[in-house]
């Protein structure tokens, strides 16, 4: 199993990066023992402005072939920690490479959106990408823990 967060846009160094560097660290510490590999960064940018068409391309060329595609929206299914970690456990179970997918200041193009096998939504608010990147993070380090019997999440 592979696990991959592709996302639009280049973090720069500041609050938000060091987030999600900490909680990814976590999680490969974690994870590790349960058969969770560490989360690959992969970032895509449209430097000619194509908006979300072109941006679709870019994430397209970028997803790992065979992995399921789960898009980040809010129109997406809103779930629990314990329900988000079980998911990533099924997916590990079946040796399933996993692609999570965050879109650009405008959100995703419908034809990502169309073909994903599980839409997440943080809520029904809009968030700023870049955040969406720190909570995404937040919540696979607490998936782990959650596996792994820790403390961390208090249910």
Known sequence: MRITLLAVGRLRSGPESALIRDYLDRFTKTGRPLGLPPVQVVEVEDRRGGGMAAEAGLLTRAMPEGAVLAVMDE?????????????????????RD?????GGADGLDPAIRDRADWQISLGRMVW?????????SEQLYRAANILAGGPYHRA
Do not use: K, N, W
Not at 82 to 89: D, M, N, V
């Open 75 to 95: 129109r997406g299914a809103q779930m629990t920690s314990p329900e988000f970690a079980a998911r990533i456990a099924a997916y590990r179970d079946q040796a």
């Open 98 to 102: 996993l692609c999570f997918v965050i």
């Open 128 to 136: 700023p990408h870049m955040l969406v990147r720190v909570m995404l």
